[in-house]
């Protein structure tokens, strides 16, 4: 029988305990080789997993459990391989760079049962951890179980392992068929199509060797135990049939056995022969205890040493931890066996094509997922992207936009989307400061300074229109299409570039470089001015979208919420535009469009045109809690949360439909940056969090919805140091504690009336504070919440200017810190008060459009 951890104890750094899951398989051998000929050890087998209560999703809280849903994916991937596939079990599986197969799917054949079964029809669960996916299929007379692996630590040319685990009635033939590949990643030309050959390496068993035109490249697949299926003799005409690996199942003799898939690849002559890859394909199948057991170890450490949280919101918990562990998967080796992990943008099946959504290295992507991985206190990938990224970093001192897997396996350079866009290189300043803000590493600085100061250098010399500010001239800055013609200056990369410059000044200042910082701090006023001049639209208050040689693009768009990124920049009357923001022109029930619905050329479909994307929602939420609009922004904030579960189970997608909730059709289903904004906006948004470790500061100004008493972030990083930080109202305060924090840790806290004593500060709160019911929308739903479009509090007063469909009536709750207050309500009722905390609803009059409404309430 399988061992499980406990999910009521898991260890953490400190005094409290991270609840996790992790599905502990042992691991049993069978003693029949299935490549005896190669004279190596037995078959590792697992023993089959069961059902059992620690494996109930309540008790497991980093589980994901749902019914299958065969039209959704799913992703497993690791830095050599992966699995990408659909619910229904169907799968391609690929060990990076080459898909080696695709389209794998599972029929059955029951001994005195004559009607044959489609196994993937009948995929019921799936259940996804943080270090594998398994895949129940269910039927009356079958249960089989398909766990799938992408190993932290492969073996040589391999990169992912699936195994399947069957109880039956009676006898059955499962015959597994799949179409094999052997493609190299775009934008790699790829061979004809591959020849396959069986190779007997046991009376009862064998592999498939696939080869390839050019002999060095060949893969081998194997099931042990299995027999071949349909095999095209030579003689006959050229045609595409799957190949088979076929169980005889017989529940008497093979309940307890495990059923491996396995694949390596060689791109070596002297690799690619049938005794090397007998020997391979036995050396991982016998290594799979030690596999699965280092992706558990893994993860489990990872997870438990990271930051994490523990409030009264089980799904933003599970969700945070979720999102660290998607983000962690999406490091890929550049190289197998060279050590070097880099972030690639985020994978979804390829489908008939060699592009597995964007499974290769963007600069931007990763520069903005920086930002969730120094918040998690995973500095180690933070320095392994930037060195990656500043080892290739051009002569001239620009950023790479991208990097293929197979980018040395073309002429790379003769392509045009290494430097297809500019913003990676004021990005980098701007992620390296986080990073030295967080970490203290002054030294990693100082040791990659002359390539900050090339892309330093870079980014001030390319200016065509001579106003100061880095500009599109070195390629596009974030839309790579718009209505009628793309910009020349983008207020998106304007913003970069006034921040870039303050974060540059902020580096130059760590490593003794004062003449550096005092240009880079003058070059930031001076483009706070410009953008001030050029962008800001005093009658329709608001700031415009490009500056094309004197001439405005005025299309309201989300693009200047960047300005509040890293804390260090405001947009002066920014206020009206930040509320529209919130209203359903811009926000859905599902996240941010980049533009108004009553936009001219507004399409939900369209990639730039007003699609949702979570990155998107993401800088809204945090432009708004930095901004006093905190309510707005824990509903964006959620709804990231939200989509955790909408398609590939713990990980984010890369857009959505702006008019309905479903994401499209196309839409990378595990997607880097989506997951890094589940992240930056709970820690740097709700919880308020910036560092300062070089002058040993943690400023903490946060933003508890109103319905929760406590709350605590654990292993909240802070240099070489962790510790836990806890958040909890006591009456008309919040009162932060740090627990084992550093003795020369100076808290602080931007709210006004803010004091320290010892370890905790004390925050005052409102007398009175609203709270939004969150709800997850229906797949499929249009836009129906409620929105807040304003905010503000007085010492005897709480506003709000909501906004909701005509002939709706929506609930909120208030909460009342001060004891004894008589509140009263205009433009909303208000219900019977309960520990602190009273429903307050609202009626919107009127047809079914938006609408605004006041509420006030009073005391």
């Known amino acids: 029988m399988p061992s499980s951890t406990d999910l009521s104890r898991v260890a953490s750094r400190s005094s409290g305990i991270l609840p996790l899951l992790f599905v502990l398989v042992n691991l049993a051998v069978l003693h029949t080789s299935a490549f005896s000929q190669s004279n190596v050890a037995p078959i590792a087998i697992l023993a089959p997993l069961r059902a059992d209560a620690s494996q109930d999703p309540l008790k497991n809280p ?142 009862s068993s064998g592999f498939y060797m696939v080869h390839l035109n050019f002999p060095q490249i060949a893969a081998a697949l194997a099931m042990p135990n299995a027999e071949p299926g349909i095999m095209q003799p030579y003689q006959e005409r050229a045609a595409s049939y799957p190949l088979q690996f076929v169980i005889h199942f017989d529940p008497v003799h093979d309940t307890d056995k495990v059923f491996p898939l396995l694949a390596v690849i060689s791109t070596k002559m002297e690799t690619s022969t049938k005794q090397s890859f007998g020997k391979r394909l036995s050396d991982l199948d016998h290594s799979s205890e030690a596999l699965f057991e280092q992706n558990q170890t893994y993860y489990r450490h990872l997870l438990s040493t990271e930051m994490h949280l523990e409030t009264p919101d089980k799904r933003l918990n599970l969700a945070f931890s979720r999102a660290e562990s998607s983000i962690d998967q999406l490091r890929v080796e550049t190289t197998p066996g060279h050590k070097e992990d880099a972030l690639t943008a985020g994978f979804v099946d390829s489908g008939a094509s060699v592009r597995p959504g964007f499974g290769w290295y963007f600069g931007r992507d990763a520069l903005w997922t920086t930002y969730a991985l120094n918040s998690s206190g995973n500095f180690e990938a933070t320095r392994q992207e930037l060195e990656f990224l500043l080892k290739r970093q051009s002569p001239e001192g620009k950023i790479l936009h991208e990097w293929a897997q197979t980018a040395d396996l073309v002429d790379w350079k003769s392509l045009p989307y290494e430097w297809a866009s500019a913003d990676a290189t004021p990005l980098l300043a701007m992620a390296m400061n986080d990073y030295l803000r967080i970490s203290g590493d002054k030294v990693f600085v100082q040791n990659n300074w002359d390539g900050l100061d090339r892309a330093w250098q870079f980014e001030t010399s390319h200016d065509a229109d001579g106003d100061g500010i880095y500009d599109n001239s070195e390629g596009s800055a974030w839309v790579e299409s718009w209505v009628p013609t793309m910009p020349k200056q983008e207020i998106y990369l304007a913003l970069l570039d006034e921040q870039a410059s303050i974060a540059f000044a902020d580096l130059a200042h760590a490593t003794g470089h004062a003449d550096l910082e005092s240009e880079a701090r003058h070059r930031a006023d001076k483009i706070a001015k410009t953008i001030d001049k050029e962008y800001y639209l005093p009658k329709s208050t608001d700031y415009a979208f490009s500056w094309n040689d004197g001439a405005l693009d005025t299309t309201s768009t989300i693009f200047p919420s960047v300005a509040w990124w890293d804390g260090d920049v405001d947009l002066s009357n920014a206020d009206p535009m930040i509320s529209r923001w919130a209203s359903s022109n811009f926000s859905t029930d599902w996240g941010t469009r980049p533009i108004s619905d009553r936009t001219s050329f507004y399409d939900p479909i369209s990639y730039h045109q007003g699609s949702v994307w979570p990155l998107f929602t993401g800088w809204v939420s945090v432009a708004e809690y930095r901004t006093g609009h905190p309510l707005s922004g824990y509903d964006h904030l959620m709804q990231n949360v939200d989509l955790t579960w909408t398609q590939d189970l713990g990980n984010v997608t890369e857009l959505l439909s702006g008019q309905f909730n479903q994401p499209l059709g196309r839409s990378t289903a595990h997607q880097l940056w989506s997951s890094a904004m589940v992240i930056s906006p709970v820690v740097r948004g709700l919880f308020g969090l910036e560092w300062n470790v070089p002058e040993n500061t943690l400023t903490v100004t946060p933003n508890l919805p109103a319905d929760w008493q406590d709350a605590i972030v654990k292993d909240v990083p802070f240099g070489n140091a962790h510790f836990d930080l806890s958040f909890t109202r006591d009456g008309t305060q919040l009162l932060v504690k740090a627990s084992q924090a550093p003795e020369n840790l100076h808290l602080y806290s931007s709210i006004p009336g803010a004091q320290v004593e010892g370890n905790t500060l004390h925050i005052p709160l409102p007398a009175v504070e609203a709270a939004i019911l969150h709800q997850q929308p229906e797949v499929g739903a249009q836009t129906e919440q409620m929105k807040v479009l304003k905010e503000q509090s007085d010492p005897h007063h709480c506003n709000l200017i909501l906004e909701g469909r005509g002939g709706s009536t929506y609930k909120f709750l208030l909460r009342e810190n001060a004891p004894g207050l008589h509140v009263h309500a205009t433009g909303a009722e208000l219900g019977e008060i309960n520990n602190g905390l009273r429903v307050a609803s609202v009626s919107f009059p009127g047809d079914a459009t938006y609408k605004n409404q006041a509420v006030s309430f009073s005391w």
């Open 62 to 203: 980093l589980k994901i459990q749902q019914e299958a849903v065969p039209s959704k994916p799913f992703s497993v991937i690791g830095p050599r391989g992966a699995v990408l596939g659909q619910q229904d079990g169907s799968f391609e599986l690929w060990v990076f760079p080459y898909k080696v197969l695709s389209n794998l799917r599972i029929s059955a054949s029951m001994e005195q049962y004559p009607v044959p079964i489609d196994v993937n029809e009948h995929a019921a669960q799936i259940t996804s951890t943080p270090d594998s996916t398994v895949i129940t299929f269910s039927h009356a007379n079958f249960t089989v179980r398909e766990t799938i692996l992408a190993p932290k630590t492969a073996t040589d040319g391999s990169g992912a392992l699936v195994f399947f685990q069957i109880e039956a009635i009676r006898p059955t033939t499962f015959t597994f068929s799949f179409t094999p590949n052997m493609q190299a990643m775009w934008p790699a030309q790829s061979d004809d199509m591959p020849s396959p050959e069986w190779i007997t390496s046991s009376p």
